[in-house]
């Protein structure tokens, strides 16, 4: 099954790229990953927070050192939830029968109905564990490989990385997140993240752009680990903000740069002289049709700005709140016409998206190296 969905994918992903392609995402969420899971704010020392991730249930919280923790929510004697027990910072009890497990590790300590003559190994039983860090304001959770049906847990093996954070260049910046759920598939969240030719219409502003300012565009892209660049570059002309930057930072050049990495990182870095901005956007999938958007930006341009970090979010939030908007309207179509006409140059991101990822399943299904879908660098030209 796994061998005809990665041929599928890389058929239509990697060939004719500069025909209309007609393409069914196959909302395959890709494990072995680090996932965004909850703002570190919403994790209380001493409370439990339920989340999920590629349809997997998680309980989250922090020991009583602020270290954060993730387990499996699901008890394994009797599957009781174990967000709905009690954590005392260092072990979650489940509240059906009382038994209790490491925070960190998920082994059992406890199973209060043994008696003295019960000899039975409960530190041989784990609730599951996930691998956790927090960076940048965020929880995050690596989620691997599922292993063999009915198998059981045993104590997380280490991630082979540590989890993402975001680029910073001086000691002194602001922060500030955004997060917002989307109604349709990884696949789309990601594929509308990295779109270069819905702005004008989704994204209008008097501050930021309108359709009346569409002109041609060109832009150079080269190939990276487990992903594609857009090459440093100057920014749009036609956006009131970066007008402004250019103004306050007095910099002989103002440059960009886009990274895009499997499986659903998109970072952006804009130099101008001492100062920039950087931000890290995820879009994680929840279940097959529902994904979330998180954006953390650091930044030290305009810091003595009063309430920076606000008006930021504000600007954040207004464009969120339209591709969720979209993403809304779009998942009705969805429901009637699942596939999707992609066209040269504005769609070849989405191809290599879907390249990407039909070469990374390859290659976990062979023990290859994945195929790269770029064999070099390319320039792509379109109208926004």
């Known amino acids: 099954m796994l061998t005809a969905i990665c041929s599928t994918l890389r058929l239509n992903a990697m060939t004719e790229l500069e025909a209309p392609q007609r393409q069914t995402p196959d909302s395959l969420m890709l494990r072995g990953f680090w996932y965004r899971a909850l703002p570190g704010g919403e994790v209380d020392p001493g409370k439990l927070q339920r989340a999920v991730l590629l349809e997997t249930p998680l309980v989250i919280g922090r020991d009583v ?76 959770v690596f989620i691997p490989e599922p292993g063999p049906a009915g198998a059981g847990f045993t104590k997380a093996a280490e991630p082979p990385i540590p989890a993402p954070q975001i680029e910073k260049f001086t000691g002194n910046y602001k922060i500030a997140y955004l997060t917002a759920d989307m109604p349709v598939s990884v696949d789309h969240g990601i594929i509308g993240l990295m779109d270069p030719a819905h702005g004008p219409f989704v994204h209008q502003a008097w501050w930021w752009r309108s359709r009346h300012s569409i002109h041609d565009k060109q832009k150079n892209f080269e190939p990276i680990a487990n992903g594609f660049r857009m090459s440093a570059h100057t920014p749009s002309s036609n956006s009131a903000p970066y007008k402004l930057l250019r103004l306050y930072a007095d910099a002989d050049s103002i440059t960009t740069t886009i990274d895009f990495v499997l499986p659903n990182m998109r970072t952006e870095i804009i130099r101008a002289g001492k100062y920039w901005f950087s931000s890290l956007t995820t879009v994680t999938p929840i279940t097959r049709d529902h994904c979330r958007i998180d954006v953390v930006a650091c930044w030290n341009i305009f810091r003595w700005v009063p309430f920076g970090p606000s008006l930021l979010k504000f600007i954040f939030a207004k464009f969120v709140e339209q591709d969720r908007h979209t993403m809304e309207l779009q998942a009705e179509g969805l429901r009637h016409n699942p ?46």
Do not use: N
Not at 345 to 367: I, M, N, S, V
């Open 65 to 140: 050192d602020g270290k954060p923790f993730a387990l499996h929510d699901a008890c394994p004697h009797r599957g009781m939830p174990l967000s709905c027990g009690w954590f005392d910072g260092q072990q979650v009890e489940c509240s059906y029968h009382g038994w209790k497990f490491d925070a960190h590790t998920g082994q059992c300590q406890l199973i209060p109905s043994l008696t003295a003559e019960q000899t039975m190994r409960v530190d041989r039983i784990y609730a599951g564990s996930y691998p956790c860090e927090e960076r940048d304001d965020y929880i995050w």
């Open 339 to 384: 596939h999707m006409m992609l066209i040269d140059d504005a769609d070849r991101p989405a191809k290599w998206y879907f390249a990407l990822k039909a070469a990374h399943l390859e290659a976990k299904r062979t023990g290859a190296e994945p195929r790269h879908p770029m064999s070099g660098p390319v320039t792509l030209k379109w109208r926004s």
